[in-house]
């Protein structure tokens, strides 16, 4: 069973940076499995990052230039740097896991079968 737990989430001001973090349970954060998915009050789950096994990352094109996947093999850890934070960015955010690897990015949630509990991030103007 994998386990996933975010963290990093916060109240900030609009234009300001944040870093989120998840800590994944087992060896395939490196796998191309994982992805970062948000959700706005109100709102349908949206994916905002999500990784190939191949190295590739896919980002939504409201967060691109702006956001910024990562992962550190060696902590079990995927980040997401965000900047210039908006107030549209304001939601929980999750990651998730594939169940299998896949040479392609998804950003669609059916894909994904672990989630974790979530991060809320609100972003005030």
């Known amino acids: 069973q994998v386990q996933l737990v975010e963290s990093g989430g916060g109240s900030v001001q609009a234009g300001v940076s944040l870093r989120l973090s998840c800590e994944v349970s087992?060896?395939?954060?490196?796998?191309?499995?994982m992805g970062w998915f948000r959700q706005a009050p109100g709102q349908e789950r949206e994916g905002v990052a999500a990784?190939?096994?191949?190295?590739?990352?896919r980002y939504a094109d409201s967060v691109k230039g702006r956001f910024t996947a990562s992962m550190d093999n060696a902590k079990n850890t995927l980040y997401l740097q965000r900047n210039n934070l908006k107030p549209d960015d304001t939601g929980m955010y999750y990651c998730a896991a594939r169940r299998l690897s896949y040479g392609y990015p998804s950003l669609g949630d059916i894909d994904y079968s672990y989630w974790g509990q979530g991060t809320q991030v609100t972003v005030s103007s």
């Open positions: 990784f190939a096994s191949f190295g590739e990352t």
């Open positions: 087992g060896d395939i954060v490196s796998s191309g499995r």
